[in-house]
């Protein structure tokens, strides 16, 4: 909108042909209004001279009156004079501002000296007695990361779970200290189990799962701590583990299943057991173990100091009673049994006896490129290196260097861009099925239609392409990975990283989780959905013969190819089924029924497995009866749960304590002169008690020292 000119600005003169009328007034003697001379000739001659605007005099004196505004405005020299004042009185309030900072400064560093000095020690004499077991609990995670890949110290997870479990038994571990130390253990085994996430998404994603994670085993340290005063603790401990695992791998946003005890005895001799019911079977008979043995060692030590002290003349009646050590040692003893009575079953599928069908499986790695090439040069330089190598697979077929596959398993997302709406991606995987004459599992993104463009969808698809008839069957992916294919409240994480931008969106797919290439069927769990019991065991029970993992870990390193290796181990003894495992950098591999590697790739090399494989159609015990075996402990653990707060009187003083509330609702009684300490409240000092270690010994549940809080002799 223009402004107006304003009423009586100065500077606006009048046009100069503007009349202008004197002003003028009554005439004091006559009452009328005085008329000029002109004007009375006008009354003669019918005309109005005109009058003059303004005199030159008084024009000339608004102009003046303007050069004396002018005059008065300030001059250069004056206006440096004020910037320079100006900058002085900033330079003072800076000076004066800095000075109170340093005051504050140093008034708060007295307060942290004076307070560390006070703390310091307090938290010294809190942090002695419990240094112990949370050197222990630290000690014991990192033992049980040591059992995965890449050392595969299998025997070092049963080492593990002793001495944790020597930790949550011990007198002065409260419920919460238990929860402290399970939480404690955890971070020490995730942190360096899934370090390899930050090379993807940075240190702050990796801290923040990595706390996620240990929440679950504090979970089970304070679970354990409850139940450790039942008889046969170490059997609920086992349970309690493998609820705990069940719940990681069920929330949040559908769980993550790293981490699981079972996928780190692919070279140990317990992992015949997972034939018989599947991981959550597996994990309970390593920490059953663990404990057993920690239960064992613990009575007999408590035994040998009895017997010192009946030597030297005190405790007699606890030195002649023997150590409870026969439950511990049956656990132990029903844990190796068992799996020696599986394991020829399990080596004899490996070896390839039996009348089972052969077929030749062959595994494209074809790599990808590091760095230097745009998204969508990459994605076609991808595709490319595939056909490159199935290429000189089918010359080496040709030559008779390799025998003629049945079918070609590509990695995941080898085709990242959509070969049913790209016609030049079709013609590339076209020429690579004519080229071996065989059907290839490709692996690719789909666009779902009638998306809006700022909602798109896809899924991740493994579609089989023949010879003749193109694309075919296809898997789309069931369990989906969140925060990489798919971001969960994407408009929240919108407002906190840019990162949310980078995830993709795939939604899950439906369907069998089986596809069938030259008559074979074939069960597919594309990359993440291996590490999920139920994924390959729903293949396996839709009639899947043969399983293939198509992977791609080209944004991770060696470490968590290895780690993911060793579920598709589990998978193929748990489901006595031959797992072919193709993925974009490697490791690809061939895994036999029993575990063993066939063949493999080397990392980040382009490469191609071929090699004759068995068909198979039993059903494990796992595969048939699997989610009974895991739903069975989830409830046995609520139960013992549930079990252990009747054997503690936790329920009991519950009530006991809302009674009291009840009756003393109110205005309080009197207190009489015969009343006991303490009656009405008033604080009663105690001795403080020790235990054995000459450690604090909590209250126990109903305020007071028990002479229990962890299992004794004859507990187990």
């Known amino acids: 909108m223009v402004r107006g000119i304003r009423r009586f600005d100065r500077r606006v003169r009048p046009a100069e042909d503007t009349d202008v009328f004197p002003a003028i007034k009554d005439d004091d003697n006559i009452g009328q209004i005085p008329v000029p001379a002109a004007a009375a000739d006008a009354d003669v001659t019918g005309e109005i001279p005109p009058v003059r605007d303004i005199e030159p005099a008084d024009e000339d004196a608004d102009f003046a009156d303007l050069e004396a505004q002018d005059a008065d405005a300030e001059p250069p020299e004056d206006h440096q004079d004020r910037l320079a ?33 006070i703390r310091v020690p307090q938290a010294g004499r809190w942090l002695r007695p419990r ?276 079918f070609v398993v590509w990695p995941e997302d080898a085709s990242e861009i959509d070969p049913l709406l790209n016609p030049e991606a079709a013609q590339e995987i076209s020429v690579a099925v004519e080229a071996i004459k065989a059907p290839i599992l490709v692996g690719t993104v789909l666009d779902i239609a009638g998306r809006p463009g700022d909602a798109p969808a896809q899924t991740n698809t493994v579609i089989v392409w023949s010879p003749k008839g193109g694309p075919g069957d296809r898997h789309d992916k069931r369990i989906v990975q969140p925060f990489g294919e798919y971001l969960p409240w994407r408009g929240f994480f919108r407002h906190l990283t840019d990162l949310a931008d980078l995830a993709g969106y795939i939604v899950p797919g439906k369907g069998s989780g089986v596809v069938h290439a030259a008559g074979t069927p074939i069960g597919v769990a594309t990359c993440w959905e291996v590490i999920f019991d139920r994924a390959l065991q729903h293949s396996v029970r839709n009639g899947a013969q043969l399983l293939a993992v198509p992977a791609n870990n080209a944004n991770f390193n060696q470490m968590m190819s290895e780690q993911q290796l060793a579920f598709s181990k589990v998978r193929a003894v748990e489901l006595d089924r031959y797992v072919v495992v193709a993925s974009n950098v490697g490791i690809s591999a061939l895994i036999t029924p029993d575990g063993r590697e066939l063949d493999r790739t080397k990392f980040f090399a382009p490469a191609y497995l071929d090699n004759q494989v068995r068909l198979k159609t039993t059903l494990t015990p796992a595969a048939r009866w699997g989610p009974i075996v895991q739903g069975t402990l989830v409830v ?81």
């Open 131 to 406: 240094l112990t077991r949370l050197s222990a609990a630290t000690v014991a995670g990192l033992l049980l990361c040591s059992s995965y890949p890449r050392f595969n110290w299998w025997w070092a997870a049963v080492i593990a779970f002793a001495v944790l479990a020597w930790v949550l038994t011990r007198p002065a571990t409260t419920p919460v200290g238990g929860f402290g130390y399970g939480f404690l253990f955890g971070l020490a085994f995730y942190l360096p189990l899934i370090r390899w996430i930050s090379n993807l998404v940075g240190a702050m994603p990796l801290v923040a799962l990595v706390l996620l994670c240990a929440v679950f085993p504090g979970i089970f340290g304070l679970g354990a701590v409850v139940v450790r005063r039942l008889p046969g603790w170490p059997i609920w401990f086992a349970v309690l583990w493998a609820a705990q695992e069940w719940l990681k791998s069920t929330i949040p946003f559908g769980g993550f299943p790293w981490g699981v005890v079972a996928a780190g005895q692919t070279s140990g001799p317990f992992l015949p057991l997972v034939r018989l019911g599947g991981v959550p079977l597996l994990s309970l008979a390593i920490v059953l173990t663990g404990c057993s043995a920690a239960a064992f060692a613990m009575e007999t030590v408590s035994w040998w100091r009895a017997s010192r002290r009946r030597h030297a003349g005190a405790d007699a009646e606890a030195a002649d009673a023997p150590p409870a050590v026969v439950l511990p040692a049956f656990c132990i003893c029903l844990v190796f049994f068992i799996a020696a009575a599986v394991s020829p079953q399990v080596r004899h599928s490996g070896t390839g006896s039996g009348n089972e069908p052969i077929v030749t499986a062959a595994v494209v790695q074809g790599n990808v490129p590091r760095l230097g090439l745009e998204f969508n040069a990459q994605r076609l330089a991808v595709l490319g290196n595939d056909l490159r190598e199935t290429r000189r697979l089918a010359d080496d077929v040709r030559a008779g260097r390799a025998p003629q596959p049945d």
């Open 636 to 716: 046995a653990a609520v139960a013992v749960l549930l079990a252990a707060m009747l054997h503690n009187g936790w329920f009991t003083d519950l009530k006991r304590r809302l009674s009291e509330l009840a009756k003393n609702f109110g205005q309080p009684p009197e207190r009489s002169d015969d009343d006991p300490p303490g009656a009405d409240g008033d604080e009663v000092l105690a001795d403080t008690e020790l235990d054995d270690d000459g450690e604090e010994t909590p209250l126990d549940e109903r305020g007071g020292y028990s002479s229990r809080q962890g299992p004794e002799r004859g507990d187990i």
């Open 85 to 117: 004042e100006l900058r002085g009185q900033a330079l003072r309030i800076a000076k004066a501002v800095w000075q109170r900072l340093v005051y504050l400064s140093a008034v708060l560093l007295a307060w942290l000296v004076r307070e560390t000095r």
